[in-house]
């Protein structure tokens, strides 16, 4: 398994929002978008659910909230400390977050072992090769997808409300989760397939190139209903002549993810292009 | 350079994440003394508002756009209806890259009929006084973004747009107007 991951503030700024962890002991994934609209700190409570977070199992409510209690108190005291004009924002608004995980649970290779010494190996129908068990769990419009090469399946948690909605947050001052809202999946994967995280400026992008592709007129026009930004961006896509396919929108992402001055450059063009939104740019890919 | 009037210190509630409730003593600024007296010279603070927008945005060009919310009882004291139009038409068409300025009005009349919110077409301004029609032209269509919440609080949905204009609506039911499309982290439940 390989696998690549960057990072960047938006043009202009020194500190991106967004935030990444590869728990590489524990094949884990995660990326959350901290919330710059919603109260303070969303740098740092992103970093704190990425680091925090390391497996499907940890993302329940009840440890979210634990995590939540314990960021609370810290900046609670802190502020106490050193009253100012944020601490009000951060006692009403708190600090936000998306948060979306692709857990592999187990090393592969030890799994692969595992399975030829137990005589019990999961094959593929399409092509014999191993199947991986992969969970998915996202909150929020930070994007994971999978990518299913044999079959060119591509699995997602984002949808048409990603499009209209203001984003399920995770703000530390809010004692719950909207569980009804926790997207979970739990499915196989086989050498060849990619995983991608994002947050939602790249996710967003990725998600209308998945529905063209997959000719989803529904979605599309949904989204031109709109009338919002999307919109556009749904009818500048619609006339545009080389649109990518997801592979090939995924392979030119890989190709430009050889330095940040590279990545910044090609997230720049996009932006130029307006195909994706002047944001923080977080991408992270895993190739089986 | 102080250029505040005056300081005063509030308590504000807020809760925790385990549920308890938070007090902060809070120092509040006045920056102006409110007061009812004199005119309503309306087309001036159009055009001040516009002077101002015009700075702001070529500050921040790629921002959400701006919202006036102009709270007032309609009778304009400097200008006519059509001047009142020309401003308010060329306050709203101050634009970021998101869109255009919205222009809410907050029309305050003697009626005591049931508040008008959001009306789509003049036909649905049902009561108000002389003034409530002139408030209509004046005030921005809605885009479409904010249909959802409006729905929710109209129980009323509609196909078309929203007009940003609230007639008597009581001061509590103002708080959640505002709030509308504006609040990131409450999202419409029914998606």
Request: hydrophobic share 40%.
């Amino acid at each position: 398994m390989k696998y690549y991951a960057v990072s960047i503030p938006k043009f202009g700024e020194n500190q991106s929002e967004d935030s990444y962890c590869i728990h590489a002991e524990k094949n884990c994934f995660v990326v959350a978008d901290g919330a710059g609209g919603v109260g303070i700190f969303a740098k740092e409570w992103a970093d704190t659910l990425t680091r925090a977070i390391s497996s499907v199992e940890q993302a329940n409510p009840e440890y979210i909230k634990a995590l939540k209690i314990k960021f609370y108190n810290e900046r609670e005291q802190f502020l106490d400390l050193n009253l100012d004009y944020f601490a009000d924002k951060f006692f009403q608004e708190g600090s936000a977050s998306t948060l979306v995980l692709a857990d592999f649970g187990v090393d592969l290779w030890e799994m692969e072992y595992h399975f030829y010494a137990q005589g019990q190996s999961i094959l593929s129908e399409h092509n014999q090769q191993f199947l991986y068990p992969l969970k998915l769990w996202a909150y929020g419009d930070s994007g994971i997808f999978v990518y299913q090469k044999a079959t060119n399946n591509i699995e997602t948690n984002l949808g048409i409300q990603h499009f209209v909605n203001a984003p399920y947050l995770i703000n530390c001052i809010e004692p719950e989760l909207n569980v009804a809202k926790i997207y979970t999946k739990a499915l196989y994967v086989s050498k060849g397939d990619i995983v991608i995280l994002a947050s939602d400026a790249i996710a967003l992008y990725l998600r209308l190139i998945m529905a063209f592709e997959q000719k989803d007129e529904e979605m599309l026009q949904k989204i031109i209903h709109q009338g919002s930004a999307f919109s556009e961006r749904v009818w500048l896509m619609k006339n545009m002549q080389n649109l990518p396919t997801f592979y090939q929108a995924i392979q030119s992402f890989l190709q430009n993810m050889t330095s940040d001055e590279q990545f910044s450059s090609y997230c720049q063009f996009l932006q130029t292009q307006n195909l994706i939104d002047y944001d923080d740019y977080t991408l992270l890919v895993i190739i089986i | 350079m102080q250029c505040y009037i005056g300081t005063e210190t509030i308590t504000v509630d807020s809760i925790r994440p385990d549920g308890s409730v938070r007090q902060t003593q809070k120092k509040i600024y006045q920056w102006v003394r409110p007061c009812a007296s004199q005119l309503t010279p309306m087309n001036a603070a159009f055009l001040l508002a516009h002077d101002l927008l015009v700075q702001w945005i070529d500050k921040y060009p790629q921002s959400y756009p701006p919202t006036v919310i102009h709270i007032t009882d309609g009778a304009a004291t400097d200008s006519t209806e059509k001047q009142l139009l020309q401003s308010s038409q060329k306050l709203r068409s101050l634009a970021t890259e998101d869109g255009e300025t919205i222009l809410f009005n907050i029309h305050i009349t003697n009626s005591t009929e049931n508040p008008i919110y959001f009306p789509c077409k003049k036909e649905d301004l049902t009561h108000g006084d002389q003034y409530t029609h002139l408030m209509f032209d004046l005030s921005s269509d809605l885009p479409p973004i904010y249909n959802t919440g409006i729905a929710q609080f109209t129980q009323k949905d509609i196909k078309g747009s929203y007009t940003a204009l609230v007639v008597n609506a009581p001061m509590s039911q103002l708080i959640s107007l505002l709030n509308i499309g504006t609040n990131t982290n409450q999202p419409d439940k029914n998606l």
